[in-house]
């Protein structure tokens, strides 16, 4: 069996369920992996996911922000959670699935929602830098401690790479801002931590999802569609 697996950060995933549904109807991955939901669990549109067809799913969500969940044909087993720097975040759920069915060979899949760091690169005068840093160091640690590298686990997470091209989003061109940001700012020292993360896992697979700017991540169509029929409701109501 060949598993398909898409990974998403839907920035509210009850606001957006209507564009979920018609995505997994669209392209029906045996996985969905999203980033940001924007709930607590008891408030994630399980019965939708049902209705869908997909009757299994791990949540980790908080009121209000970040927020991670799976949804999923298959059955998931050993759904675990942790949480990174203190805080208490919902940034992580992991899950074990076998595509193979009883007998198949079991796959471990991480999602991460990693700190995005603000604006300004440089973790003296930004918390919310260091917290991305402080973050990644972590999750690089734990990876390796536990051995997760080389063990063909899959890792879904919306992490904005600083210093990469592809990363510079329509909201974020100012040349402080942490994709723009020049090398004496401290932004390569978060892009060399994205790499060596990247070589913390060697063994298993990443995955970089859908993102919610129409640049970064590969961009979504129907997010962009969203987007333009806010934009001409707008202008209808000031005409």
């Known amino acids: 069996m060949r598993l398909t697996l898409a990974t998403w950060n839907i920035n509210s995933v009850r606001l957006r369920i209507d564009l979920v549904a018609r995505f997994l109807r669209e392209q029906a991955p045996h996985v969905l992996c999203l980033q940001e939901t924007k709930c607590r669990d008891s408030e994630f549109p399980l019965a939708a996911f049902h ?17 991670v969940a799976i949804a999923s044909k298959l059955p998931l087993t050993i759904i675990d959670r942790r949480s990174f720097c203190e805080k208490g975040d919902a940034r992580h759920i992991a899950v074990t699935l076998k595509p193979g069915g009883a007998g198949g060979r079991a796959i471990a899949l991480h999602n991460f929602y990693v700190p995005s760091g603000g604006d300004e690169p440089d973790p003296a005068v930004n918390p919310k830098f260091a917290h991305k840093l402080a ?7 734990w990876m390796t ?7 063909g686990a899959i890792i879904a997470d919306d992490i904005t790479r600083p210093c990469c ?11 402080n801002s942490i994709p723009c940001a020049t090398r004496d700012r401290g932004s390569m020292r978060c892009a060399t931590l994205c790499r060596g993360r990247k070589n913390s896992i060697r063994g298993g697979a990443i995955a970089h999802g859908i993102g919610e700017s129409p640049i970064e991540g590969g961009g979504s169509t129907m997010f962009r569609a969203e987007k333009r029929a806010r934009r001409t409701q707008k202008e209808t109501r000031r005409h």
Request: without cysteine; aromatic residues 10%; proline residues 2%.
């Open 51 to 67: 209705k869908l067809g997909y009757p299994y799913a791990a949540i980790n969500g908080q009121k209000g922000y970040h927020g």
């Open 135 to 141: 973050f990644l160091d972590e999750m690089a640690d």
């Open 145 to 151: 401690t536990e051995r997760i590298a080389g063990s």
């Open 165 to 175: 091209g592809s990363s510079v989003t329509r909201r974020s061109r100012s040349k």
